[in-house]
């Protein structure tokens, strides 16, 4: 790893207070090492850390992934009712779904309008809104 890949990724755990194991370490590195936000699938991370002769378990990426959202750093946004993306952009934005490739994609917040969200049910608030534009190629 790279000295600055590392120091990113350490910074991005300790800003959500996660010790940083070898793990999550590798994992993190390669999640925002070099500063981009990514769009991953616990698969598509696996494959990139076996890629770089990264030892960790598919069980591993899982559970990780799944402590990255839990503090913050990650958001998991479910396609389909069971495929899970995850995303390291964690500003409000919504996302591009390309059905040919099941990839996702950020799509420009700045075009989206919502005019109006149906009032919550009482005794609840809304959390947060997911749009995802599912998108075919011609």
């Not at 002769?53 to 998991?76: H, I, P, Q, W």
């Amino acid at each position: 790893m790279a000295e600055i890949e590392t120091q990113r990724s350490s910074d991005w755990l300790a800003g959500a207070g996660l010790r940083p194991t070898r793990q999550r370490m590798t994992l993190a590195t390669l999640l925002v090492g070099d500063g981009q936000d990514r769009h991953v699938t616990a698969e598509s991370l696996f494959e990139a850390a076996s890629d770089a002769d990264e030892k960790v378990s598919l069980a591993t990426v899982y559970n990780t992934l799944r402590a990255f959202c839990e503090v913050g750093l990650m958001r998991e946004i479910t396609v389909d009712g069971s495929k899970s993306y995850f995303d390291t952009n964690m500003t409000d934005h919504p996302h591009f779904y390309w059905e040919d490739t099941a990839t996702l994609t950020d799509a420009p917040a700045e075009q989206l309008v919502i005019r109006h969200l149906p009032d919550a049910p009482a005794g609840a608030e809304i959390a947060s809104v997911d749009v995802v534009i599912r998108l075919r190629r011609t």
